[in-house]
């Protein structure tokens, strides 16, 4: 299990607008995006209702069909989730700053609003850059499109807060939680276990697709 999804969870869990969502939707369903090698929802709302997985690697995909009794498992990239109506809750496990631009996230924004309820939550744990943010020397961070380099590949989105909050008002959400975790850093890359001051900061946030009027 991911434990910084474990502790951004418990956070959101707390929130009233979260536990609006269960007494409204209490059989889900609910969705997971980005569920890589280590599940996070099946443990805590599979006995709710149904729980879907998606990531975009198949390995990651076929290592959690054959360890997991809970949730459904599917390769999907998100930029194809083709999805309308369906969802209660959806939980991205630190999906969206992996991808590799802008329009790539407004994308993803729009498919995942269009897969919630009305009602239903979007949840987001997610890295924001910051005027001290710093990186490895092997790693080059482009400030103009938010790209993190590692060679000549994107490794990371690493978007400013206000930047976020524009994406996800343009796609149509309605924001019900938004707050930067203070001292807390998220590390962006693979190559050590220990955060440090200088890396991107937490974000932490609950969207909601409005409810027709």
């Given at each position: 299990m991911n434990e910084s999804s474990k502790f951004g969870f418990d956070s959101f869990s707390r929130l009233p607008v979260f536990e609006k969502m269960l007494f409204?939707?209490?059989?889900?369903?609910?969705?997971?995006?980005?569920?890589?090698?280590?599940?996070?929802?099946?443990?805590?709302?599979a006995l709710l209702g149904?729980?879907?997985?998606?990531?975009?690697?198949?390995?990651?995909?076929?290592?959690?069909?054959?360890?997991?009794?809970?949730?459904?498992?599917?390769?999907?990239?998100?930029?194809?989730l083709n999805?309308?109506?369906t969802y209660a809750l959806v939980m991205d496990t630190h999906l969206l700053h992996c991808l590799g631009s802008l329009e790539s996230y407004q994308k993803a924004l729009m498919n995942i609003h269009r897969a919630l309820k009305p009602g239903g939550l979007f949840l987001l744990e997610t890295m924001i850059s910051h005027s001290q943010m710093a990186f490895e020397l092997n790693l080059k961070y482009e400030p103009s499109n938010f790209q993190l380099y590692k060679?000549?590949?994107v490794s990371r989105l690493v978007l400013p807060s206000i930047i976020v909050e524009e994406q996800f008002i343009n796609a149509g959400f309605k924001i019900e939680y938004f707050k930067v975790e203070d001292g807390l850093r998220m590390i962006p890359h693979d190559g050590r276990e220990e955060s440090i001051p200088e890396d991107p900061q937490?974000?932490?946030?609950?969207?909601?697709?409005?409810?027709?009027?």
């Open positions: 409204e939707n209490p059989a889900g369903p609910f969705l997971e995006i980005g569920c890589g090698k280590l599940p996070f929802l099946p443990d805590y709302l149904p729980v879907d997985c998606i990531d975009h690697c198949v390995s990651s995909i076929e290592y959690c069909q054959k360890l997991n009794s809970e949730g459904q498992f599917k390769e999907l990239d998100i930029l194809d999805i309308i109506n060679g000549d590949r937490v974000l932490r946030l609950v969207a909601s697709r409005p409810k027709d009027l």
